[in-house]
């Protein structure tokens, strides 16, 4: 095992495909010379080349459309995304394109590529760089959407997303680019729709994805203060699901908590919860309780901003007051 | 060769058309890629090709009419075909008058699936999936399903969660017997404050209330209880429905009780009559009422003419009732809901030991029935478990007195201690 | 006014309608035929309901498809826009499984998922009709990426309209392809109208585009559409100059679309004596007389030309109508590739 932070462990990554497979390259906005936007690419213009190490225009649209284009013709094209929010400018070609050529060329069309984006709200950057879109795009047929929370998990996810023959949206929780975590040694991949157990415990279930499993190891200790054991599970890809964990640990502990960090309204657990109410409901001890961002647009203010910010008080008041009284 | 021209579909949502304008006449030639007429949809006007060659043989709708996609229009063909017959009928069958009624023909066929889905009253559905026992009760699904395993009450449990909500644990640590305070919440004073939102009466309450007062202010009531040795009944029950398993008829305790009381009051007709202010009023049928509890209020229909039936018609014709009062079947009658002479009303399902019922008027009697329970008892000397039910006739007085109510209820408590009574 | 790159191109088609082969010739009409009575046979069985959703009809634009795309090798790519049978028929596409696919039938080029707007055949590097308009543009650079990557010497050729031409990824990848010389050859069918809009109510710049595309430093040029002979022409050398050179390039077809927009379209934006203007030049006229005056042909062997493309759009339409209709399961078939 060694230590390494989220940032560096991408980095791998990216560095291990381009040197596998000749047919990788990256393309986005400044990840050449400038390094890109979170310092993610920085160096691999040098080892790579510009051929394979692609600065665009910026033109969201186009350069997404291009790696579709690219991978429908046989490359592994990895796209960066300043922020998943840009999403939107190029989100016909995403949605249109890589998630439909496949279905509605009847099978005659692959699109193996990767959009890379950085995720989600806490480092002030306003209304419209915080958002957390990988919630949409999950609901995409035709596309995979994963998001880590940890080095470990973002260096085994996005080695399986590369050589995955899918488009696979990979977001990357912008608040955790400088996060350090244990990564082995040895070569692993994680394959995709596979949820993971981080603690294993008795009575009650928080799942949450990314940025929001750091709220869950606080709201953690405070349950372990009480003396409640919490299994705590984090989903890491958003589309698959991996229901057949949230099953097994539901029908352990009979109470289930799932956190957003992205708007409450229209977020991923709702399409969870509704779903899991459907297919459990005998088994549950209690009403899911769902905690999300505040239904705004994210403001600047830094108060503001973790006032809109779903904390690990809001999530222990919730659960005191209607899960375990 | 002659063809028929069909109004043409010019969109997904169209599903007719209006001629606006014939552009070829009855014997024009007509080549593919002429424009044979303009055609109206409910969102532009097209000029309709035509992708037939020859003669314009018959124009069979007019200027204006609005006709379905698909129905004929018109004939071309070459100068020797002729139009056939049927067309030609076809021409007053696509007049306006007659439309409407073939489109209502086949909508008619194409919606009757959905027709089928919408006859069922979903107010009735949820009526008989109600658990009336579980009603108001807060409990977590998980709760539901393990009480529901291990056979225990919901009402018998006191839920510890938010709101008073049965949890897991509140099943899993359910003591039976007298209610126990939960060992988190010994001494500590609970208040309890309980919903007290006014409710408004639906008619079905409103009518029970009248029937109720009237029965109590009018009928001079009096009651007379037995208590009826069930220990032979249920083992000839038990019998019976091994037997009769491949029938699949279950007779219930209840269905022995409907024939005990239809036995006595062939014994005792009196109390099969009314009274009605001069005199006795007497019925030639026994129409057995019986209680229903349905989640919008009391009903008591009737079993017409049981004094025919034997124990297994009876039981038949008692379950029927009650499917069909819960809206599962055909709707109950006039005469089912309003003829019943005589009544009985059970509430063994409950736990009940005993109880008193108020009269229907205008009969004259209802006999009351707790629930079957082992008791000791001494018989000959000898301690014996044996099963008890406790029944109690409420009499109308101006019918007859005391004396007679026991003799009539001893004849029942007869019938029910020497079960072969009741399958002759 | 005529420019100079246009005069070039007159003096060469000129020459190239005698250094043609009469195989070739012939072949040119085939497909303009075959284009014109498929989409006659589309419209007919619309009206009768066997083809369904939007159907945009190619009648009027033949030779723009055809004479473009007999330049092109087996390398190369084509994407377009939803207005695409005549470009899939000119690429070689089964016409019965063509047709099928309007049919929405499992015999169908995509077992019939797609539908008019989405043809596909990735054997023949057919990568689609594409139904949002402009949506094509980032395609094709990104196909036209992986053939400079690859050095397959493979070109890419993206169809589009020029109501298309008002879309941010019409600009935005005429620059990408310029920066990144990518091998494009854009070809814009101009037909006049986006839907029921006219050129001069929706676009500033006048009614030709070539003129703006030097903004992107891109060569481009304006040919006549409806002249099939001139499209060919014209294309070859666009052609050539990318395969050699590298880099995109531009081509504008001044064509004319005879029918409406869709089917349900009353054209009531559009004077009937411009549609006749336009249908004076009709190539599927225009060119097989001038192949019998120039003693090519003869009128017997154009009928037998005829004759047997519609014997071939008869068997198309009684495949389809014969064909099946997908399965149930394949509903949740080709939607995700599987992997081990």
Known sequence: MSEMIMREAIKKALEESLENDPNVLIMGEDIGEYGGAYAVTDGLLKKFGSNRIKDTPISEATFIGAGIGAAAAGLRPVVELMSISFSLVGFDQIVNMAGNLRYMSGGQISVPMVIRAPTGAGVQLGATHSQSFETWLAEVPGIYCVCPSNPKDALGLLRTSIKNNNPVIFAEPALLYGSKGEVPEDYYEIPLGSANIVKEGNDITIMSYGAGMSIIEEVNQKLEESNISAEILDLRSLNPIDYKTIEESIKKTNKLVAIDTSRKNGGIMAELVSTIQEKFLDWLDGPIIRIGAEDVPWPYNKDLENAAYPSSNKVIEKIYKQLLN | ?424 | MATLKEEKNKKNIKNQKSSLEKTEMLDLYRQMFLIRQFELACAENYTKGNVRGFLHLYIGQEATAVGSISCLNNKDYIVTHYRDHGHALARGLDVNRTMAELFGKKTGLSKGKGGSMHLFDSARKFMGGHAIVGAQFPLAAGLALACQYKETGGIVVCFFGDGSTNQGTYHETLNLASIWKLPILFILENNKYGMGSSIDKVRAGGEDFYTGVSTYDIPASQVNGMDVLAVKEATKLAVDKIRKEGGPSYLECKTFRFVGHSLADGQKYRKSEEVKFWERQDPIEKFPKWLISAGIINQKELDEINQKVKEEIQNSVDFATSSENPEKSELNEDIYEMQD
């Open chain 2, 1 to 424: 060769m002659i063809s028929e021209i069909t109004m043409p579909s010019m969109g997904a949502d169209m599903t007719e058309g209006t001629i606006v304008k014939w552009l070829k006449n009855e014997g024009d030639k007509v080549s593919k890629g002429d424009k044979l007429a303009e055609i109206e949809t409910d969102k532009t006007v097209v000029e309709m090709e035509s992708y037939n060659e020859g003669i314009l043989k018959k124009i069979l709708v007019k200027e204006g009419t609005k006709i379905g996609v698909g129905k004929t229009i018109a004939y071309i063909g070459d100068p020797n075909d002729t139009v056939p017959e049927n067309g030609l009928s076809e021409e007053k069958q696509s007049d306006n008058e007659e439309e409407p009624e073939k489109l209502l023909l086949e909508s008619t066929t194409e919606n009757l699936s959905e027709e089928v889905v919408s006859v069922k009253n979903p107010q009735k559905i949820t009526d008989i999936k109600e658990d009336p026992d579980n009603y108001r009760i807060k409990a977590s699904p998980m709760a539901k399903k393990l009480a529901n395993e291990k056979s225990i009450h919901l009402e018998d449990i006191i839920g510890t969660g938010p709101g008073g909500r049965i949890t897991k644990d509140d099943v899993n640590n359910y003591v039976p017997g007298p209610r126990l305070v939960s060992s988190s919440s010994i001494g500590v004073k609970k208040t309890t404050i309980l919903e007290s939102s006014d409710i408004p009466l639906n008619s079905m309450r409103q009518a029970i209330a009248k029937v109720t007062v009237r029965s109590k202010t009018e009928k001079p009531h009096f009651q007379v209880t037995v208590e009826i040795d069930m220990t032979e009944a249920m083992k000839t029950r038990k019998d019976i429905n091994e037997i009769s398993e491949k029938d699949k008829i279950k007779i219930s305790v209840n269905d022995l009780v409907l024939k005990a009381t239809i036995n006595s009051l062939i014994k005792y007709p009196k109390w099969n009559s009314f009274f009605d202010g001069e005199k006795l009023t007497g019925h030639s049928s026994i129409n057995l009422g019986i209680a229903i509890a349905l989640d919008q209020g009391l009903i008591v229909p009737a079993i017409l003419d049981s004094q025919n039936l034997d124990l297994f018609a009876l039981s038949i014709a008692s379950k029927s009732l009650g499917k069909r009062a819960r809206g599962d079947g055909e709707n109950l009658t006039n005469d089912e809901l309003t003829g019943a002479t005589f009544s009985t009303s059970n509430l063994g399902m409950f736990g009940t030991h005993s109880f008193t019922a108020i009269i229907v008027p205008p009969q004259s009697g209802i006999i009351a029935l707790g629930t079957v329970k082992k008791e000791p008892k001494v018989i000959n000397d000898q301690i014996l478990v044996r099963e008890i039910m406790y029944a109690t006739l409420s009499a109308d007085h101006r019918v007859g007195d005391g004396a007679e109510g026991a003799i009539f209820m001893n004849e029942f408590k007869q019938n029910l201690e020497k079960p072969t009574r009741l399958l002759l």
